[in-house]
């Protein structure tokens, strides 16, 4: 299995909604993933200069 991605507790919201924090353990980029019933959608975090978070 590939290691490359740290997957952090996802936060349960209303009606089968839940939303999970991704880490690129080679980068150290953080993603959003939301999932709502059969859709999702993934985005980077991005803080308020508009530069990708990054975990070191």
Known sequence: MDKRFEFRKPQKGPLMTDALIIVDKETGVNYLMVRSGYGAG??????????????K
């Open 42 to 55: 993934l985005t980077p975090l991005i803080d308020a200069e508009g530069k990708p978070v990054i975990t």
